[in-house]
């Protein structure tokens, strides 16, 4: 399924119903009186968290999503029933906003969240509400109030515990495909990953999280070159980034120091929390170096980009070195839950 990150819809309440103009009249009551009743309430529109879905596309196919109408009132002061509230599915992680205000409504980050995205009208009022001592046949009524009518721009962030980070080829979607059941495509040529994909490792029987494979960072991603600022955005959502470089790169134009910085640049260059945000360097690719020369050329690239976080040498083609990273990112995501629920 393609991956949809962004969708437009617009979202229409329900009006409310009108209020009703009748009296009462039986035989052997001669002053019966008003008996209109009220309209109903008009339905109002939420967007619902669901985390069976991970994408947009649906919304796609979606013109408008209107709820229902209230009813009129009747006589006999029965109220008109009122319209159904319509709840509409988006995946976990799903930002919005209105579209010709760009105001922020809101975001739905947990599983059946409900947030209002269109309130429905309030209902009309029946002449029974107008009786007085001054006016006892009153003929007025109230209509009901128009829904809320307004165009959404969704925006879709993938909620991961770690995200994955570094130019193409680096080898993210190979070292997914080494510590989880997720699938991304793999091969030697750029921009093989052309969408977000989640997969769920699992430090142990209790213990996983979830890590996001992005697609890779160029020069002038933050201006929206290449894949650009489409899914740099998805990394301000996660707890930890792992910064994977190519040791050994096959371009002889480029080298692992150089690759590393161009990413670090366009971090920065974003802006916002995420060049603050904890980062690691996984420098990959170690089975093409010569076991005694790992150590040396590692630190090498270390020293050179005077990187003071955790280090780690790893091969996930040869599923090297992996585990070990998996259990230092356990341990890590664990004790920030631990510090979040204290604070």
Request: net charge negative; proline share 4%.
């Amino acid at each position: 399924m393609k991956f949809v990150d962004e969708a437009y819809v617009r979202v229409e309440a329900g009006n409310g119903g009108n209020g009703h103009v009748s009296f009462r009249r039986e035989k052997y009551i001669p002053f019966g009186g008003p008996n209109g009743g009220d309209g109903g309430d008009g339905g109002s529109v939420y967007l619902e968290g669901s985390k069976a879905l991970n994408t947009l596309v649906d919304m796609r196919f979606l013109r408008v999503c209107r709820a229902e109408n209230g009813q009129r009132g009747m006589s006999q002061n029965c109220t008109g029933k009122g319209g159904d509230d319509l709840y509409v599915k988006v995946p976990l992680g799903t930002i919005v906003y209105d579209q010709t205000t760009d105001e922020l409504i809101g975001e739905v980050t947990t599983d059946k969240q409900r947030l209002l995205v269109a309130a429905g009208g309030f209902h009309g009022l029946g002449n029974t509400r107008y009786k007085s001592s001054t006016n006892r046949a009153p003929r007025q009524f109230s209509p009901g109030s128009e829904g809320e009518h307004r165009g959404l721009l969704l925006e879709l962030k993938v909620l991961a515990d770690v995200g994955t980070l570094g130019l193409p080829n680096a080898g993210k979607s190979s070292l997914i495909r080494s510590i989880s059941a997720a699938q991304p495509k793999v091969a030697d040529y750029p921009f093989t990953t052309l969408h977000p994909s989640l997969g769920v490792v699992r430090a142990d029987e209790l213990r996983s999280f979830v890590i996001a494979d992005i697609p890779g960072i160029i020069e002038g991603a933050a201006e929206g070159a290449g894949l650009g600022n489409l899914f740099l955005r998805h990394l301000s959502r996660n707890n930890l980034l792992l910064h994977v470089v190519d040791v050994e790169p096959y371009e002889t134009n480029t080298d692992p120091v150089s690759a590393a910085r161009a990413a670090i640049l366009e971090i920065e260059k974003w802006g916002g929390d995420l060049s603050s945000k904890p980062r690691w360097l996984v420098l990959n690719k170690i089975d093409r170096l010569l076991d005694e020369d790992v150590d040396s050329y590692c630190q090498m690239i270390v020293d050179e980009l005077a990187w003071e976080g955790p280090v780690f040498k790893i091969s996930a083609l040869k599923k090297k070195g992996t585990q070990e990273l998996v259990y230092a990112v356990m341990d890590f995501l664990e004790e920030q839950n631990s510090l979040d629920e204290e604070g």
